[in-house]
Nanobody, 125 residues
């Protein structure tokens, strides 16, 4: 079992930056693939970025070149650095994890079995 707790959300102006953190409990964090998703009102939860336990990454087209996912296994933490933020990035951001193979990077919510409670990111225009 892994418990995930996000932090770092907040209000930022267009063009600004935020760094989200997701702290994981458990001694097997280093063997988990991790992802970030987001959900805004009346929309389905959408994939943002993922990183496998081997360090491979994948991004949604909408955030490529602006967001960077990384992990620090010594701190049991995964990060999402968000730069050049836009109003359309406004959403609740969720951290997710799975203990599957690092060969396949899951990009749907069904591919993850552990979830955090979410952190609100609001980008003002």
């Amino acid at each position: 079992q892994v418990q995930l707790v996000e932090s770092g959300g907040g209000l930022v102006q267009t063009g600004g930056s935020l760094r989200l953190s997701c702290a994981a409990s458990g001694r097997t964090f280093s063997s988990y693939n991790m992802g970030w998703f987001r959900q805004s009102p009346e929309k389905e939860r959408e994939f943002v970025a993922a990183i496998t336990w081997t360090g491979s990454t994948r991004y949604a087209d909408s955030v490529k070149g602006r967001f960077t996912i990384s992990r620090d296994n010594a701190k049991n933490t995964v990060y999402l650095q968000m730069n050049s933020l836009k109003p359309e990035d406004t959403a609740v951001y969720y951290c997710a994890g799975n203990d599957g193979s690092p060969v396949f990077i899951a990009t749907t919510a069904r591919g993850y079995n552990y979830w955090g409670q979410g952190t609100q990111v609001t980008v003002s225009s």
